[in-house]
């Protein structure tokens, strides 16, 4: 079955450190993997998006990694702010479709 | 940078009535998509549209939901007779081209809150 799965299913961190979000999928054929945020109340905004040849891709102070052996995907966060307060999507694209993860919601403590 | 807009922010309706939802794209993008998330739960997909016609439907955009883009900017969602549970918040998206190609970019608008009561 195709699925997305993310974890922690929430998180809350001290603002200024770093955290990592897991996202673990069952897709086949994989076509590429995007991670969104979602603030509270409003549509999703993309962050990265990785192809299967892809390793590594930054935005920032956000970071994705891709395994496609394994089929995981991490989203680290360095340097932690309070906008960063957020819900973190995990999304893979298989034949065109978008196959969405939970999110895993972020709070940032001052 | 250039953004989704919806209208309205917020829409309460009775159950049984009609609703419209309405969108403006990003004006260069010709791929335009509705979804929508249950408070709390993932978000879905409804319906892809592309050259004044549906693309792609999932098996929630049944026959009271219907799209259109009446004009060259506009692009709305109605759905026929509300239920209580088309209450969610539905998001309009557009890419200037299918966001499943390679390193496509979607781009989501803020939403329309739907409580139907």
């Known amino acids: 079955k195709n699925q997305v799965e993310q974890s922690p299913q929430s998180l809350i961190i001290l603002e200024g450190k770093n955290c990592t979000l897991q996202c673990n999928y069952t897709v086949s054929p994989f076509s590429n993997l995007r991670w969104y945020k979602q603030d509270t109340g409003r549509g999703p905004v993309s962050l990265t998006i990785m192809t299967f040849s892809e390793n590594t891709k930054s935005n920032g102070r956000y970071t994705a990694t891709l395994d496609a052996d394994t089929k995981q995907s991490s989203l680290h966060i360095t340097a932690s702010q309070l906008s960063d307060s957020a819900s973190y999507i995990c999304?893979?694209?298989?034949?065109?479709?978008?196959?969405w993860g939970a999110g895993t919601k972020l709070i940032i403590k001052p | 940078e250039p953004e989704v807009t919806q209208t309205p922010s917020h829409q309460v309706t009775q159950m049984g009535q009609e609703v419209i939802l309405r969108c403006v794209p990003i004006s260069n993008h010709l791929y335009f998509y509705w979804y929508r998330q249950i408070l709390g739960q993932k978000v879905e997909f409804l319906v892809s549209?592309?050259?004044?016609?549906?693309?792609?439907k999932s098996e929630i955009f049944d026959d009271q939901f219907s799209v259109e883009r009446p004009d060259g900017s506009n692009f709305t969602l109605k759905i026929r007779s509300t239920k209580l549970e088309d209450s969610a918040m539905y998001f309009c998206?557009?890419?200037?081209?299918?966001?499943?190609?390679?390193?496509?970019?979607?781009?989501f608008g803020s939403g329309t809150q739907l409580s139907v009561l």
């Open positions: 998206a557009s890419s200037e081209r299918e966001p499943a190609g390679f390193s496509e970019k979607l781009f």
């Open positions: 999304v893979v694209i298989r034949n065109y479709q978008l196959i």
């Open positions: 549209f592309y050259n004044n016609e549906i693309s792609e």
